[in-house]
């Protein structure tokens, strides 16, 4: 078991910048390969970026390659997502998810693919 919370979100205007934090519970961290979702109101949960369990490997959705980078600190059981050059369509509730250790998720955008939630964080981008 893990359990994620997520900070960071907040207001802030197109072009600006946020950094979003996700802090784990327990002792398996660093063997989970680890999501950053969003959802939009009115809007289908989507994937935003994935880190493995090593750092080693990322995966970006399209619509955010380029402006927001994925990051880890196992030593902090944390998980990071630095988002830049914010844009209004980038409003939206954030999740921090974990996925199980030994599970191949990879690149995967399904959020069934993971199984472990943060309550989630609000980002709002104005123009």
Known sequence: QVQLVESGGGLVQAGGSLRLSCAASG?????????????????????VA?????????????????????????????VYLEMNTLKPEDTAVYYCAA???GSN???????????YWGQGTQVTVSS
């Open 99 to 101: 996925a199980q250790p």
């Open 105 to 115: 998720v990879a690149g995967n955008p399904n959020p069934n693919a993971y199984q």
């Open 50 to 78: 994935a880190i493995s369990w090593s750092g080693r490997s990322t995966w970006y959705a399209d619509s955010i390659k380029g402006r927001f980078t994925i990051s880890r600190d196992n030593a902090k059981n944390t």
């Open 27 to 47: 002792r398996t961290f660093s063997s989970h390969t680890m999501g950053w979702f969003r959802q939009a109101p009115g809007k289908e949960r989507e994937f």
